[in-house]
């Protein structure tokens, strides 16, 4: 099928490589090139690089109408939309002629929006998963074509399990495009009353709250990598937290309990937590007990 492409981070690449495998990518649309990282270096997103390096048309609008002509030109068959980062204006929903599916990565109607990978880490879900759906005007609305679950490690980040979701998500979409072509899609409506929704992250949301459960702050710190990373402060200034692990402890709220051989312990606001790896501002990630000796963290210290 002749299939028009919509998709920006790295989460999306596994399925546009699937699409281009398997059926004939049109054109793919994606953000325009953003200053990114220390230096502000501008830098194309991974499915603007990805397409490039297999050849495909790339267009890289700020505004969807600026291309509206390039894109009914195109005629695609179906529109494929893998967090794209902008909804789709009902004119562009319509141009395919099957229709457009969107690859999301949880169990819908559970964790609609834009962070439902961080959600699931955070809630200590056992299982995560990945959903094919029709796209609607409402925002992860659309009837269910495909699901797959997949289980949350105990180690697992927001990373690595994103990581997963997008391969799994890439095998599913093939069976969904599959299954369109041949006229043998079962759509499944969605329950709204058992909807739930997660909104878009900002740095801000990393900041660790002692006062909740050591098993909330672990999963907290998992949730939060590799963006925008789990942090607090020490002595007023930011202090990025990337591992910790419950231990036995007892204190107030952020209060550093003892330092050992591998980090420092920390009382949460049950239990405690070892924090084992850490970044101090424009630094390098060290070992907590490394932090510990280079910057004289002592018991008796408060985070936060």
């Excluded at 879900?125 to 796209?135: E, F, N, Q, Y």
């Excluded at 969605?190 to 992250?201: E, I, R």
């Amino acid at each position: 099928m002749r299939v028009l492409f919509f998709g920006t981070p790295r989460f999306a690449v596994p399925c546009l490589e699937a699409c281009a495998r398997a059926h004939r990518v049109v054109a793919v649309v994606t953000q325009p090139d953003r200053p990114a990282g220390r230096g502000r270096r501008v830098t194309s997103p991974p499915v603007a690089v990805r397409a490039r390096e297999l050849g495909l048309v790339v267009l890289q609008p700020e505004r969807l109408r600026e291309a509206r002509e390039a894109l009914e030109a195109s005629a695609p068959d179906v529109g494929v939309v893998v967090a794209y980062g902008r909804i789709l204006p009902s004119w562009l929903v319509r141009l395919p002629r099957l229709g457009c599916v969107n690859v999301h990565p949880s169990l819908l109607p559970k964790y609609r929006g834009a962070s439902p990978v961080q959600a699931a880490i955070r809630n200590g879900d056992p299982t995560a998963g990945v959903s094919v759906l029709w796209v609607t005007e409402e925002l992860d609305a659309g009837d269910i074509l495909g699901q797959k679950e997949v289980p949350v490690s105990p180690d697992d980040t927001a990373g690595t399990l994103e990581a997963k979701l997008a391969e799994e998500g890439a095998r599913l979409l093939l069976e969904v495009l599959d299954a369109l072509e041949r006229g043998q899609l079962r759509p499944r409506p969605q329950d709204p009353a058992q909807a739930t929704y997660c909104g878009k992250l900002s740095k801000e949301d990393g900041l660790i709250r002692w006062d909740e459960p050591a098993e909330v702050v672990e999963r907290h710190v998992r949730a939060m990598d590799p963006w925008p990373v789990a942090h607090t402060l020490h002595r007023g200034r930011l202090l990025r937290i990337w591992r910790v692990r419950p231990v036995e402890g007892r204190g107030q709220p952020g209060e550093v309990l003892r330092v050992t051989p591998e980090g420092f312990v920390v009382a949460t606001g049950s239990g405690a937590v070892e924090v084992v790896e850490v970044q101090p501002p424009s630094g390098r990630r060290m070992t907590g007990a490394e932090y510990a000796r280079g910057y004289r963290l002592q018991p008796g210290d408060r985070l936060g």
